[in-house]
């Protein structure tokens, strides 16, 4: 039996979340595929998560599914979590599985990952492959913290690092010394003042993690890798990177329509 022609169509509709240490980052798609429509995105400081349900998704079309990486801890989960019941629409939390998507997870153990890294290399191998690249691929996500992955062109995630974001960076430097109380400088070769020399150290030490990543993925391969970088502060280190390199937006939001396809697509009401 087939539906009438006058039926309202029932939504099809993905709202996918990225939900870090410091930001929310949501976006709604009109299917959950790659390739989907984007229909509406926004990014709120997790301070102001309550506003989300009264405000930027109150006249959001309902999504029917809602899938999301969450790295923040349980009582941000449940914040936004409240701000979900204002669609029926269960959430999905990604957990890191032991492959999923094209992608072999080599974690010691594998839902131990962040489940951020986890998507966001699902994200990279995806676009690695629909132009026919499957090559090595370091991802560099600069959040929060800093994580550098390795992946072999066989999609097999061999290990990455964790190191802190720039604002971490200050901080600890700051909290732990009587003289680094001072404003943000300028990344400089050599830097001369207080200020050049802690923006430049911060910057170097995450250009050279990502540096040692690469070589270590080339060494390893035999073969020249691709590094995609993406996260809020990705373009802070564009122009101070010594590896070539693709700044790229939404590679979570590529990872979790890839994911969405797997889980969701079979209940996709058949296209006309
Ligand atoms: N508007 C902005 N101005 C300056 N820095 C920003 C801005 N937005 C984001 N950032 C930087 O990006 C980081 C947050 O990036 P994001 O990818 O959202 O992190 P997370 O996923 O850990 O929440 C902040 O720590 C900050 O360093
Ligand atoms: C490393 C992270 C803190 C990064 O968080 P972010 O900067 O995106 O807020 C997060 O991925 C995490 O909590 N990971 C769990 C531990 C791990 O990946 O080994
Ligand atoms: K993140």
Redesign the pocket.
């Known amino acids: 039996m087939t539906a009438p022609d006058t039926a309202a169509p029932a939504s099809t509709a993905l709202l996918a979340l990225?939900?870090?240490?410091?930001?929310?980052?949501w976006a709604l798609y009109d299917r959950p595929e790659p390739g989907a429509r984007l229909l509406a995105h926004g990014?709120q400081f997790?301070e102001n998560i309550e506003t989300l349900a009264e405000g930027d998704w109150r006249a959001l079309r309902p999504p029917r599914w809602v899938l999301g990486s969450i790295?923040?801890g349980a009582g941000v989960r449940q914040r936004v979590e409240e701000q979900l019941e204002l669609w029926d629409a269960p959430v999905q939390w990604v957990v890191p599985r032991p492959a999923e998507a094209g992608l072999v997870n080599g974690y010691d153990h594998p839902t131990r990952l962040g489940s951020?890294r986890w998507v966001a290399m699902i994200g990279a191998r995806q676009r690695l492959l629909a132009r026919g690249e499957a090559r090595p691929c370091v991802v560099v996500?600069?959040?929060?913290?800093v994580t550098v992955e390795a992946i072999d062109a066989e999609g097999r995630f061999l290990g990455g690092i964790i190191l802190p974001?720039?604002?971490?960076m200050l901080r600890a430097l700051e909290s732990g010394t009587a003289g680094l109380h001072v404003p943000t400088g300028e990344v400089r070769a050599f830097p001369t003042n207080t200020s050049d020399a802690l923006t430049s150290g911060g910057t170097f030490a995450i250009a050279g993690a990502v540096q040692r990543m690469w070589d270590n993925l080339s060494r390893h391969t035999g073969q020249t890798p691709v590094c995609l970088m993406?996260?809020?502060?990705?373009w802070?280190m564009a122009p101070h990177m010594t590896v070539p390199f693709e700044l790229v937006e939404g590679l979570i939001f590529d990872g979790l329509l890839a994911m969405a396809r797997e889980r969701f697509a079979a209940s996709m009401p058949a296209r006309a």
């Open positions: 990225d939900v870090g240490n410091t930001r929310l980052k990014v997790l790295v923040a951020d996500m600069v959040g929060t913290a974001g720039h604002g971490i993406t996260g809020g502060a990705g802070k």
